[in-house]
């Protein structure tokens, strides 16, 4: 079956830094998704890739999707403590469902 | 923005009761979800609701889940008889068409189940 790998599980990083969160899959992704997820909320749906190559930004967020499509990254430029969660990748499994990484817990330091 | 509400936000139950979880996905949207995550694991799909039936659920989703859409808004969960391992947050979600068409979810229910 397909797994979702996420590095690193946690990352502390100070106000300003950048930082990158990889996302990688044992398969061919149809559909990348990411998602943010505060602590006992829902999830915040940020960005969605499906052609290998491809990259999308939203504000300081940017992700991308490798030309194999195995692979995607998301890197936060001059992170800010709102930029602090959970962050989720998914991808499709069957028909409709998805099915999701471990996370990757960010703390930004003010 | 339109966006997907579910209630109650937390639900206590003794182990055995039924509980019914409700959602009310995004108006023009035509497939629900439901998923959970147990405390500290992954988010998982249960079940995707399609033209007033279950288009595709996982092994999670036994004989003791079921869902319905009751009304023109409502989309419910109904666990039969809760167990300890039910506790969980779960969490419904809805999409457009087409395969491409992202999931938007809901903030969740804190299932307890005592």
């Known amino acids: 079956s397909q797994e979702l790998e996420q590095s690193p599980q946690s990352l502390i990083v100070q106000e300003g830094k950048n930082l990158t969160i990889n996302c990688t899959s044992s398969k061919t992704l149809y559909g990348l998704y990411w998602y943010k997820q505060k602590y006992g909320e829902g999830l915040i749906f940020l960005m969605m890739l499906q052609k290998g190559g491809e990259e999308k930004s939203h504000e300081k967020i940017t992700a991308k999707l490798d030309e194999k499509k195995q692979q995607s990254s998301l890197h936060i430029t001059a992170s800010q403590p709102s930029h602090a969660g959970i962050y989720l990748c998914?991808?499709?499994?069957?028909?409709?469902?998805?099915?999701f990484g471990t996370g990757t817990r960010l703390t930004v330091i003010p | 923005e339109p966006e997907v509400t579910q209630t109650p936000s937390h639900q206590v139950t003794q182990m055995g009761q039924e509980v019914i979880l409700r959602c009310v996905p995004i108006s023009n949207h035509l497939y629900f979800y439901w998923y959970r995550q147990i405390l500290g694991q992954k988010v998982e799909f249960l079940v995707s609701?399609?033209?007033?039936?279950?288009?595709?659920k996982s092994e999670i989703f036994d004989d003791q889940f079921s869902v319905e859409r009751p009304d023109g808004s409502n989309f419910t969960l109904k666990i039969r008889s809760t167990k300890l391992e039910d506790s969980a947050m779960y969490f419904c979600?809805?999409?457009?068409?087409?395969?491409?068409?992202?999931?938007?979810f809901g903030p969740g229910t804190r299932l307890t189940v005592l």
């Open positions: 609701f399609y033209n007033n039936e279950i288009s595709e």
């Open positions: 979600a809805s999409s457009g068409l087409g395969p491409g068409n992202t999931q938007y």
């Open positions: 998914g991808a499709r499994g069957g028909a409709n469902n998805l099915f």
